[in-house]
Nanobody
Framework: QVQLVESGGGLVQDGGSLRLSCAAS????????VGWYRQAPGKQRESVAR???????NYMDSVKGRFTISRDNAKNTVYLQMNSLKPEDTAVYYC?????????WGQGTQVTVSN
């Protein structure tokens, strides 16, 4: 069973930065893709960023130029560097991994951006 553990969330001021980490229990190179999702209160969960096995990345429009997803295969960890944070980025951030037709989720980490 794959386990994903997120960390790095917290409270930050408008314009600040945070780096989220997603540590996998297994070798992350086996996954077809690993991504970050977020869910704000009263809203649907949305895809923020994703990195595929071959290293390709994609981002939701509102975070392009501010967020960067990366991977450290040796540490089995995927990161989300978040810069120029805005109050509207406030949400619970979840790590997601795809392996063939199965997907796995972490427990989530809270990110709160204050005015």
């Amino acid at each position: 069973q794959v386990q994903l553990v997120e960390s790095g969330g917290g409270l930050v001021q408008d314009g600040g930065s945070l780096r989220l980490s997603c540590a996998a229990s297994g070798n992350i190179v086996i996954f077809n893709a690993v991504g970050w999702y977020r869910q704000a209160p009263g809203k649907q969960r949305e895809s923020v960023a994703r990195i595929t096995r071959d290293g390709s990345t994609n981002y939701m429009d509102s975070v392009k130029g501010r967020f960067t997803i990366s991977r450290d295969n040796a540490k089995n960890t995927v990161y989300l560097q978040m810069n120029s944070l805005k109050p509207e980025d406030t949400a619970v951030y979840y790590c997601n991994a795809l392996l063939l037709d199965r997907e796995f989720w972490g427990q989530g980490t809270q990110v709160t951006v204050s005015n």
